[in-house]
């Protein structure tokens, strides 16, 4: 069965401070990898996906940035953090199917507060 | 444009009893699936159920199934015997063939209460 990793699980960090998250599947190969935002109280931004090894597609303009540097790993970063940066961080992974059923299944997620 | 729409902020419901959390959707894609998930207060996103727009049956997962009215464009969970770690968010989700991206609800917040 498939399995995703997320880490850290928590993370407070400085306004101005570098930042690395780091999502790993398991089980599964080529899959589609997707990192979301997601602000207290509030619904999911995608904030990038990505289809395959080095293609990464930003739905948003912001100070982070997302690599994909092996198959089944995903990593968001940024190099100086804002406090509006603070939020809750899900990555998910879907099988990549072109249809409608493509399902998305969601890490636990990191929960990053910026001070 | 994709839409989805959950009009309940917040529902409460007693401990057995059956609840529906309501969600409508926009579309002009006839082809599109429809999801739902649960996020408790832990944070992780639980995927419950899935609709394909052409399914002709409802969905059903154990004791979650989806009341699809396609004509409304609607797409309701209803979760029966209501347990109290059902006490969570829930969101409704859409993907269109033709839009490679899910489009995620605001969410509904359920309380069970004993």
């Known amino acids: 069965s498939q399995t995703i990793h997320q880490w850290p699980a928590t993370l407070v960090q400085p306004v101005g401070s570098p930042l690395s998250l780091e999502c790993t599947v398991e089980g599964t190969s080529n899959p589609n990898l997707y990192w979301y935002r997601q602000a207290a109280g509030r619904g999911l931004q995608l904030l990038f996906y990505s289809v395959g090894i080095g293609q990464i597609s930003s739905e948003v303009p912001q100070n982070l940035s997302a690599s994909r540097p092996q198959d089944r790993q995903f990593i968001l970063s940024s190099k100086k953090l804002l406090l509006s940066d603070s939020g809750f961080y899900l990555c998910?992974?879907?099988?990549?199917?072109?249809?409608?059923?493509?399902?998305?299944?969601f890490g636990p997620g990191t929960r990053l507060t910026v001070l | 444009a994709q839409k989805i729409t959950q009009t309940q902020p917040g529902m409460f419901v007693q401990e057995k009893e059956a609840v529906t959390l309501d969600c409508t959707y926009d579309t002009s894609d006839p082809s599109y699936g429809l999801f739902w998930y649960k996020q408790p207060s832990s944070g992780e996103m639980i995927f419950l159920i899935y609709q394909g727009s052409y399914d002709q049956q409802n969905a059903t997962e154990g004791r979650y199934s989806l009341n699809f009215q396609k004509a409304r464009k609607s797409a309701n969970l209803v979760i029966s015997a209501s347990q109290l770690g059902d006490s969570a968010m829930y969101f409704c989700a859409m993907r269109a063939t033709s839009y490679d991206k899910v489009i995620f609800g605001p969410g509904t917040s359920l309380s069970v209460i004993p």
């Open positions: 998910a992974w879907s099988a990549g199917l072109a249809q409608s059923t493509d399902t998305q299944y």
